[in-house]
């Protein structure tokens, strides 16, 4: 099944909790919660934030299910939050930016050498945490 009636879960920061599905929205303070059919929003402070599930295609092992994320400013957003760290810094200039390009092969195992390389300030090893949850670079 692709839908389900209560795929949004969440607690605003009084600590109300909120459930809901397909056409739903929710305001907690400043932040704007919506879904649709197969897809949540979530704006806050001129940033808008798109989450949709999706299937692992051509899947050997591991999850079936992936989550799709998406980001985008709205208005001057980025100009007024100084973005950092490597998501950030794609929002910190209006200009694109060119940085190192893997090429894909048609089939057989592949291992990634771009790593954002010329795209974000420094190197991609500067920006590993610990554990999923760390805040503080390595």
Not at 33 to 52: C, E, K, P
Not at 69 to 81: H, L
Not at 85 to 111: C, L, M, N, T, V
Request: glycine share 14%.
């Amino acid at each position: 099944q692709n839908a389900g009636w209560s795929y949004l879960r969440g607690t605003c920061g009084g600590g109300t909790q909120f459930e809901g599905g397909i056409a739903f929205t929710r305001r907690c303070e400043d932040i704007i919660v919506q879904s649709h059919f197969s897809s949540a929003n979530i704006t806050v402070r001129g940033w808008t934030f798109v989450l949709r599930g999706n299937h692992v295609y051509d899947r050997i092992s591991g999850p079936r299910h992936r989550l799709d994320v998406g980001i985008s400013a709205v208005g001057d957003a980025a100009a007024r939050s100084l973005p950092h760290g490597i998501i950030g810094q794609a929002f910190s200039s209006d200009s694109p930016r060119f940085g190192a390009k893997d090429g894909y092969p048609a089939e057989g195992h592949f291992k990634t050498t771009a790593q954002a390389q010329g795209a974000i300030e420094g190197s991609a090893a500067m920006y590993e945490v610990a554990s999923p949850f760390e805040t503080r670079f390595i």
